[in-house]
């Protein structure tokens, strides 16, 4: 399943650059994950590296965006893929 960053965010800039996906991007006042572009890192790495380096414990599995692993890797596959 994809990610959500809750409104804990604080700002803080570190989730955005860990991202291979670039699936965050900053809103108005706090970070936001695409859900079409987040795999949880699977394909890249072993732990989503947001969830590694956020202070704050906000971000955790998005309810409304429910995927199993599979998905997840065609969903690396998808955005890695090289035309």
Known sequence: M???IT??????????AECPNNAISQDD???VI??????ECVGHF????CVK???VDCIVPDPE???TQDQ??????RLTATA
């Open 53 to 55: 380096v956020c202070p």
């Open 65 to 67: 965006h429910a995927e």
């Open 46 to 49: 072993d732990e989503s590296q």
């Open 7 to 16: 409104e804990d965010c604080i700002n803080c800039d570190v989730c955005e």
């Open 34 to 39: 695409d859900p079409e572009r987040c795999t």
């Open 29 to 31: 006042e706090t970070y």
């Open 2 to 4: 994809a990610l959500v």
């Open 72 to 77: 997840l890797m065609d969903k690396f596959v």
